[in-house]
């Protein structure tokens, strides 16, 4: 099983890094970004931009750096934790007996962001959000690739996530960092950035200790000039290649 696809524009958000010279000289030299700086995102109403976090202002903001003003495409949210902060808190809410807020509930699912992106452009296109554990950012490509299948020009991917918060911290599999990406993936054309994502079976072999959250590492690679990279998961692992 394997997807191919091209990379027609991209764009990233981390503290730090915020330009493409940026996360090109990050990918040659790759660490861990640290802090949670939050973009302008003036694209965004000031209404609207009060109503999302950090988490939420990165997603925005590489999504409309990534996409083109007018075009209306289909919309694949990935992310492995989505905004367990704001979970966090209703939990605690809950625990207290105290009264839940019903807006920190509406922003806390999976689709919140794609739901604020949508209405703020107009937009009723398909949007999904994908959270699938340490598959996410693969079966957001995946879910891209059968949006392509089934006659899209063209998809905005969104991989987004932050370290999880209190009490959940003892969860913790992977470095964590605060960052978003935007990818518009096409189908496979002549002098675009091509790429190649197959699933693979683990090997016996030790795997050395993670510099990047999965999802970055994919950024990472796809800004390299690495012929592939692969990651052992749980059972499985996923191979990803230049595709010429």
Request: charged share 20%; hydrophobic share 45%.
């Amino acid at each position: 099983m394997a997807f191919d696809f091209c990379l027609r524009g991209w764009a990233a958000f981390a503290s730090g890094l915020h330009t493409p010279e940026d996360w090109k000289a990050w990918a040659a030299q790759p660490f861990l970004p640290q802090g949670e700086e939050a973009p302008a995102l003036p694209e965004l109403a000031p209404m609207a931009r009060r109503r999302a976090n950090t988490l939420g202002r990165m997603a925005l903001q590489v999504a409309y750096w990534a996409q083109e003003e007018k075009s209306h495409v289909p919309v694949v949210l990935a992310s492995r934790h989505g905004d367990l902060e704001r979970s966090l808190a209703l939990l605690a809410e809950m625990a207290a007996e105290e009264p839940m807020s019903p807006t920190g509930f509406g922003l806390s699912v999976h689709n919140a962001i794609g739901a604020m992106y949508s209405i703020a452009r107009g937009d009723r296109s398909n949007y999904l959000a994908v959270a699938a554990g340490a598959d996410t950012v693969a079966l957001g490509v995946v879910e891209a690739a059968g949006l392509l299948a089934d006659g899209a020009e063209e998809v905005l991917l969104l991989c987004y996530d932050t370290p999880l918060p209190g009490d959940y911290s003892v969860f913790r599999d992977e470095p964590a960092a605060t960052y978003a990406w935007a990818w518009r993936i096409t189908p496979p054309v002549a002098g675009g950035t091509r790429l190649r994502l197959s699933r693979s079976e683990a090997t016996d072999a030790v795997a050395e200790p993670a510099l990047l959250p999965y999802g970055l590492d994919v950024l990472r690679f796809a800004l390299s000039a690495e012929d592939a990279s692969a990651r052992p998961l749980t059972g499985h692992g996923w191979e990803w290649r230049h595709h010429v």
